[in-house]
């Protein structure tokens, strides 16, 4: 099949490019390894602000549809945990899932297609320009190609395209492991209320080197909490930080259940110096367009 552009990865990034590139008429295709059900699921800190949506003129979220709280700023605390800055300005506590499915389902209402349950493993490459992808049907095991005048990878941290590049080229730059957090959160029921008017990041070079532990309430009683740490030789394994460090201070406030957990990497670095190739762009984490101060990644994507 031949398309005017391929986006691989239909997270945030990939999906919303999807969706604009098919709006203005072009013909596109959306590949992702999850099922169609499944994208928009993704361990995250799950806020954003509200000024990427002023931004981009995507619809905000929803109060009890894509959004499940609203922030009225972020508090930065020192290793105390008494003193702290807030920055003020109104954010999202995203329901990261419905959020994801709304942005695939209007990218699918304008004609993009999309191959779910799909791997894309390989660039196609004539000389110095990239042609298409390879991908392979994780039901059936099937292999196919691709054709594509513009292939996006959206892919994530893995950045799984631009790293089948040629290294000569300048698109397929190296990123040293020390440039990535690698993180570990759960979302967690709890008995006591929170306040929900802030998002918490914790400053601590003893519980989370080179990265932060964070707080952030989805209602009065549900929040996200998690913990990154810079990667590196002897890095700290992310959830045994959590487990040792910040899982005894949410105990204090009554744990009633685990709703979900899991680990995942950022990128903390400036933006990958070349974005865009002969036939190839590059977006999202996998171009490591995330906040490299506090790793905030969906706006920026």
Not at 55 to 79: H, N, Q, W, Y
Not at 136 to 164: F, H, Y
Not at 221 to 235: K, P, R
Request: aromatic residues 10%.
């Amino acid at each position: 099949m031949t398309y005017d552009v391929v986006v691989v990865g239909a997270g945030t990034a990939g999906a919303f490019a999807a969706y604009t590139l098919a709006k203005k008429g072009f013909k596109v295709a959306l590949v992702d390894r999850k099922p169609a059900d499944k994208i928009g699921e993704k361990v995250c800190g799950d806020a954003i602000g509200k000024h990427h949506f002023v931004t981009t003129g995507l619809e905000p979220p929803k109060l009890g549809f894509d959004a499940e709280s609203l922030f009225e700023g972020v508090r930065v605390f020192s290793p105390d945990k008494r003193n702290y800055i807030t920055a003020f300005g109104e954010g999202y506590a995203l329901n990261r899932r419905v959020f994801g499915q709304r942005i695939l389902k209007s990218a699918l209402d304008e004609g993009a297609v999309l191959y779910d349950r799909c791997h894309a493993f390989k660039s196609l490459v004539e000389e110095s320009w990239v042609k298409g992808v390879r991908v392979r049907d994780l039901k059936s095991g099937e292999t196919r190609d691709l054709q594509a005048k513009i292939v996006m990878d959206a892919s994530g941290a893995t950045a799984v395209i631009r790293n089948t590049l040629p290294e000569g080229w300048w698109v397929s730059e190296k990123i040293s492991r020390r440039d990535y957090i690698a993180a570990y959160r759960e979302i967690v029921e709890l008995e006591e209320e929170v306040n929900s008017r802030f998002a918490d990041i914790f400053l601590d070079v003893e519980v989370a080197p080179g990265g932060y532990w964070w707080f952030f309430p989805k209602s009065k009683n549900v929040v996200n909490i998690g913990i990154g740490v810079q990667q590196g030789a002897n890095a700290p394994n992310p959830k045994t930080r959590y487990i040792r460090h910040v899982l005894p201070i949410i105990k204090k406030k009554g744990i009633v259940r685990t709703i979900n957990s899991g680990g995942g990497i950022v990128p903390v670095r400036r933006t990958v110096s070349c974005m865009v190739w002969n036939g190839f762009i590059v977006v999202g984490d996998a171009a490591c367009t995330a906040n490299p101060i506090h790793g905030g990644g969906i706006g920026p994507s």
